[in-house]
Each structure stands twice: as structure tokens, then as C-alpha cells.
């Protein structure tokens, strides 16, 4: 929203001003896309930034015909900066830090405030900010998983398909790569390589990659080669993560010692089968199971490249999950050590991703 338009003295020229960083005790006005301009205070541009401090204590030259002298007063900046990001920095200087949900519209704000954050050297503000997208595009597998949950539920509760709440993680690395924040590249990465390259380059128009904006929409080209690499590294992960699940039983070494003494003087205090049992009950019964889980698997992600066909991730959850949900099995430990099998495998997963796409070098 813009205030009514103001002009500067010397050369005539029209400016608007900002309804809300307007402040006629204003002692400096920052001008934007040589459009937009904002009064605000030098002394609380310099307490923030370290940019405007050293910027402000310098001597000035003197005006001359040439310059955009003052304005009501008050010495014009020009800045090579979007009116809107401007905006986001000088909001949160003067009203403090109120993020949003990690969604499109609070990424725009968050994504300008880290830019100029970074520019100007606002360092507690950039600290704030790149803590609050961190949550969206973390560092770890908890986090990631608490970012899915989050994901599902959304797409649950408003019928959008996958991939509408967060923003395109192709602006997400273009960001991390304008504002040196690495940390960000890996979520960011991963969560690309799961969409069809028809849809990274060619998306329609309600396609979750499409972008509107085009200012932050292409990935650069060595980027766009470490998420081709990124992509074929996932797919042979999945191959090899259902190959894996081809042993009789992820337990087969306890069900063996399960016939030495020990053991079975253990389990004769136990009931077979139950629940707390940690030897697997039927390894036949089992080692048939786990062959049809892996057809299953073979037939479902390589074949059909059905749901999750590009989600590793996805894909080891739900084999952990596969024994419980289609075999009804008496075998309690089987079914456990799979789910224990799966997440390890992910763990595993998730620390190679970043040198799946080259991240590390």
C-alpha cells in the first residue's frame, strides 16, 4: 500500500512513498527500484547494520544538480533492491521478527529478509530467519520427517495435491546459494529430485515448480547437473534398498542361535510368538513373506513407479511398515526388525544425500 506521491527537491522527480515506513521524524529516505521510497531513521539503520553504520558515519559530498538532493528534508539513498524485500527488512527492524508458516507467502517475506539480512549485515536478523526456513528444509531426518507430517496433513485437511504448501525448492537453492547458507541445499535437493524433470522444466500452470515470478525460477547449470546426479544416485538407492530386504529374516542370525541351550531355556519362560519376543517364530513362514514383500516392492516402485518411485525415504518408511500391514503374522520380531531395519536405512539415507548431489565438495 503507498502513501500519496512525494517530490524531491532540485531535479523534478516523482517518487511514492510507503504508507507504513513513512515516519516524518524520519531522518534518511531509502529509495527502491527508483520508484518506492521509504523515510525511516539513520539511527536505527545504523544500531541494526553494520552496512548503514559505516555508510552513515562517513562524510558527505556535497549535492550537486545531478544528485536526488533531499526529500522533505532528508538525503535520499538509492538501493538496488525490490521495493518488497526493502519492505520486509524494514519491518522486522522496526516492528521485530513475526514469521509465518513456512508456506508460499512467508517465504517471500522470510526469503527478502535474508537477502538484504546478508547484504546490509543485519547479522541478528539473518540469524533469526534462516533459523525459522531452517525448519522447513532441515538438517536432519527428525526434522524432515516433522516437515512431511506437517506436509500430509495440510494436503489432507485442504485436498491439494502434493507439494502446495512449501515453496519451490528451486527458489529455496537459488536463496541458499545468493545468501552463502549451505545448510538449506541438502532438504532442498532431495525434495526437487522427487518431481519429474517434465515438471522441473516444462510445469504447468498449477504445478507446485510453477513459478509466477520468474526473478529466482532456474536453477543454475552446475546446479542442474548435481540434482541430474542427485536423481540417478536416489533411483539406484531404491533398487538396491528393496534387493536388501532378500535375507530370510533382517533377525535370521537370532533365529539360528534361537536352537543353542541358551536360548531355549530363554524362551522357555516366554510365551512363543508373543509380543516380547525377540526370535522369530517361523523362519520359513517368514523367509516366504519377505520374497513376496520384495516382489511386491520390485513391482509397486520399479515397475509401476508408483507413488513414492522417487522418494527413497518414502520408500524405506514403507517397507518397514510392509510385513505389519500386508502379512497377518504371528511373527512379532520379524515384524519389528524390520521396521528397525528400515529405519536405519534411512539414517544411512539421509547422511549420503548430500554427496548424491555433490553437495559436500
Known sequence: MAAP?????????????????????????????????????????????AFFKDMFSLPQPPQTQNQDEVVEGCPVVPLQDTADDLASLLVALYDGTSFGDNGRDDFKVVAGIL??????????????????????????????????????????????SRGQLYPSPIEVINLAREINAPSLLPAAFYDLSRYHYTQIFEPLDDDPL??????????????????????????????????SMTAPSPNAHIAMAASTPHHRRTQSHSKSGSSGS??????????????????????????????????????????????????????KACARSLEMWAARERERMWRLIPGWFRLDS
Open 115 to 160: 537477502r538484504l539480512s546478508s547484504k546490509y549485515m543485519v547479522d541478528l536478523l539473518r540469524t533469526k530467519a534462516l533459523a525459522h526456513l531452517t525448519e522447513a528444509w532441515p538438517p536432519t531426518l527428525r526434522g524432515w520427517d516433522t516437515r512431511e507430517d506437517r506436509a500430509r496433513s495440510y494436503e489432507q485437511d485442504t485436498g491439494y
Open 210 to 243: 510453477f513459478l509466477r515470478e520468474a526473478r529466482h525460477g532456474e536453477l543454475s547449470r552446475a546446479d542442474m547437473q548435481k540434482l541430474a546426479l542427485g536423481k540417478e544416485s536416489s533411483s539406484r538407492f531404491i533398487t538396491s534398498l528393496i534387493q
Open 5 to 49: 506521491s512525494v517530490t524531491a527537491a532540485g531535479p523534478a522527480k516523482t517518487y511514492t512513498s510507503h504508507v507504513d515506513l513513512w515516519f516524518t521524524d524520519g531522518s534518511v529516505v531509502l529509495k527502491a527500484e527508483d520508484t518506492m521510497i521509504f523515510k525511516v531513521h539513520m539511527s536505527i539503520l545504523s544500531r541494526h547494520s
Open 278 to 331: 525377540s526370535v522369530c517364530t517361523s523362519i520359513a513362514a517368514c523367509r516366504k513373506d519377505f520374497s513376496e514383500l520384495v516382489e511386491l516392492a520390485t513391482q509397486h516402485y520399479l515397475f509401476d513407479r508408483e507413488k513414492g518411485c522417487a522418494d527413497p525415504l518414502y520408500v524405506a518408511e514403507e517397507l518397514g511398515q510392509l510385513k505389519s500391514a500386508e502379512f497377518e503374522s504371528e511373527c
